[in-house]
């Protein structure tokens, strides 16, 4: 367990999780209210939410450099920029003003997501102190928390503008905490001698890391995404009982993840990330032959609880195996495959949904996560290779 110590240790990184999450947690419950501001129709709307991933992947190219060169002193920043970028989708009025309001949240997402993990993966290198997991229930555990807080200001006529107002006002808060924080940490942790940069040898391990944090993306977000229909289209649930769906995926992310951190301290990397794999694997395959909307709703918190600790795990991995010089850049390059699911696995899943089927789509993404088990045994293969002596 976690010190007064070593919490303090891991505190300005945790700020910008809990900054990420106030944010998305808002952004969920209010997207039917800036919808209709916008006037946009569906496939419009959809167009502008790929504005987000836009912006993301080349910022988080970006961040990794950037990290590797600052320091520290990059996250508050990071945070503070988001917050600002944040109040934009309040501000849209039509779907172009939209796009451009998210391109530049998910410019501001994504700079943020590769620097918080960059520096929870410098700590772990630097205290053996695994942190990952408990950072990214954090951000599960703020999200729910603000998606229902949002939920209670629009019943109550607070219009998206106000909410994102509260919701910016908190992230700079978080902003200057981080700073605060983090400032203790400068000296050991701050900018390296790039003129000592250590050999590229890890680009293999990148890319089989990058694509285990893709799969269980694809299957994370997929699953979010298409539950809530799966259950009222396939099962008959009313409205109400189908938007558990997500709530359930949202509630078990959190709950693995943060249990998840326990295990990790425990458990190596490689049975963490196969283990959670076998029981993603087996809840994904319940809920694609579920008749009930309970068995359903157990389905989908065992197979999130299962792929909530696969990214986190990844990601952690990739940050510790990685030259000092250059981690940043290694998880900046193991998000932006991984985030590449995320992104495009509510897509691919419609279209195998329109094509074969909603429960043969979500039978699908069983498939997609046995990728892992392979993946995993390939890094392992390789990472145990001895290397050959310099010439």
Not at 56 to 82: E, K, N, T
Not at 183 to 208: I, N, Y
Not at 322 to 349: K, M, N
């Amino acid at each position: 367990m976690f010190t007064f110590v070593g919490l303090r240790a891991i505190a300005a990184p945790l700020m910008g999780f809990l900054a990420m999450g106030i944010f998305w947690g808002a952004w969920g419950a209010l997207i039917p209210d800036i919808k209709a501001n916008t006037g946009a129709d569906d496939r419009v709307f959809g167009l502008a939410l790929l504005c987000v991933a836009l912006g993301a992947v080349p910022a988080m190219l970006v961040g990794g450099r950037l990290i590797d060169r600052i320091g520290p002193l990059l996250l508050p920043a990071s945070v503070l920029l988001f917050a600002l970028a944040v109040l934009l989708p309040g501000l849209a009025r039509t779907p172009v003003e939209l796009g451009a309001a998210l391109l530049l949240v998910g410019m501001g997402s994504g700079l943020m997501d590769v620097v918080m993990n960059a520096r929870i993966s410098v700590i772990e290198a630097a205290t053996g102190r695994r942190s990952m997991h408990l950072a990214h229930g954090l951000f599960a555990v703020m999200y729910l928390v603000v998606a229902f807080a949002t939920g209670a200001a629009r019943s109550i006529g607070m219009d998206p503008l106000g909410v994102l107002l509260l919701a910016g006002t908190a992230m700079a808060g978080l902003a200057l905490l981080s700073g605060l924080w983090g400032g203790a940490r400068q000296a050991a942790t701050g900018p390296r001698d790039m003129s000592k940069a250590a050999p590229r040898r890890l680009d293999g391990t990148v890319m089989l890391l990058g694509l285990v944090v893709c799969a269980a993306f694809i299957a994370e977000n997929g699953w979010q995404s298409w539950s809530a229909l799966f259950l009222e289209r396939e099962l008959g649930a009313p409205p109400w009982l189908g938007s558990a769906g997500p709530a359930t995926v949202g509630l078990a992310l959190a709950v693995g993840r943060l249990g998840g951190q326990a295990v990790a301290q425990r458990v190596s990397d490689r049975t963490m990330l196969v283990g959670a794999s076998l029981l993603a694997m087996a809840g994904g395959l319940l809920l694609a032959l579920a008749t009930a909307p309970a068995v359903a709703l157990t389905a989908l918190f065992i197979a999130a609880s299962g792929v909530s600790v696969i990214a986190p795990s990844a990601l952690s991995l990739a940050g510790r195996l990685a030259a000092p010089e250059r981690r940043g850049a290694a998880v900046a390059a193991v998000g932006v495959i991984g985030y590449t699911g995320f992104f495009v696995g509510p897509a691919l899943l419609g279209l195998l949904a329109d094509g074969f089927g909603l429960r043969p789509a979500l039978a699908a993404l069983v498939g997609v996560l046995a990728l892992v088990i392979p993946l995993v045994l390939l890094h392992h293969l390789a990472s145990s290779r001895p290397r050959q002596p310099a010439q």
